[in-house]
């Protein structure tokens, strides 16, 4: 090869990876924009804010404050002069599950076969399904939120955002349920307002429409108040639906039950997943450890069955059954 024809060949490479190299460098943002989770911009106004109740916003069905401490923002609903934390989120950490409960409620995921498809109902802050979204890169998430004032302040506040696999759905729970017809490999239940869960959220009818859109190795996890009559019920109503109950907690009042849609894996493939999905995904909460929060507990079976026609939820959670923290 000439020199001079050398030295143009040796040029024209280096302009052409210098192309590729700005065509990269100009895609790369509107690749992380695809991928991203959460609105910086959004949380970054957040956090210039001075702590303190940042907003208060009265929605067609709570009364909604939020409140900051550093990095940290909360969310409240406010019933009958009383204050219910809904939901925190660490707006400095994606990762972060400040709630103790929601960090056990990811243990749901050690029971369907594969985990393609989940869809909570309850939103809050939207920190589960971030959380889950992030580390289940080839996972959908459907959110379903009753309040529509709560899908505006997960968006503003807390920067929670949308895309081709993240979905926020203004709905109620059993209606959005019963209207969509394709399975889920994971249902989670986290539907609070003001302290109190939905009755029709609570009854065997529901919990049978539940299983129902469950892929025949899914599962649902249900985030309960233990300490109460109503809890007894509960645990009682989700045994007449589904084959097997596990319960999780951390004794701080929370029980996660999970139910499962068909055979659930025993004690031995239940540890064996757990470690194999940790070493895949990494999670920031181990799902191994999280397995060593299971409980067995043994209840009253003359707790009364809940139903479309009897669930006096109010009564029941007024009855103590054990005295407990509850979130």
Known sequence: MRPAFATLTAALSLAFRASL???????????????????????????????GVIAHIE???NDIFLTKERQILTMAFRRMRSTY??????????????IPYTQLMTIGLLYPNEVKRIVMVGLGAGSTTTYLAHYLRDTAVDTVELDPAVISAAKKYFGLVTNE??????????????????????????????????FHLLTRE???LVKERLTPTGAAVLNLHAGTQLYVSTIKTL?????????????????????????????R???????????????????????????????????????DDFAPVQVLDAIQHKNK???
């Open 21 to 51: 190299l700005g065509l990269f460098v100009a895609l790369a943002p509107l690749a992380a924009s695809a991928q991203s989770l959460i609105d910086s911009a959004a949380v970054a106004e957040v956090l210039r804010k001075p702590d």
């Open 59 to 61: 929605g067609e069905y």
């Open 85 to 98: 934390v809904e939901s925190s989120s660490n707006l400095s950490d994606l990762e972060d599950l400040p």
């Open 165 to 198: 696999r993240v979905r926020l759905i203004a709905n109620d729970g059993r209606v959005f349920l019963l209207r969509n017809k394709e399975p889920y490999d994971l249902i989670m239940l986290d539907a609070f307002r003001g302290g109190y869960q939905p």
């Open 206 to 208: 529901f919990y049978t």
């Open 239 to 267: 045994r007449a639906v589904f084959p097997r109950l596990d319960l999780y907690t951390f004794g701080d009042g929370n029980v996660i039950a999970v139910a499962s849609a068909g055979n659930a894996p025993d004690d």
């Open 269 to 307: 493939a239940l540890m064996q997943r757990a470690i194999a999905l940790q070493a895949k995904h990494s999670f920031r909460y181990s799902l191994v450890k999280l397995l060593n929060s299971r409980t067995d507990e043994a209840l009253d079976d003359k707790a009364p069955l809940l139903t």
């Open 325 to 327: 923290r509850r979130w």
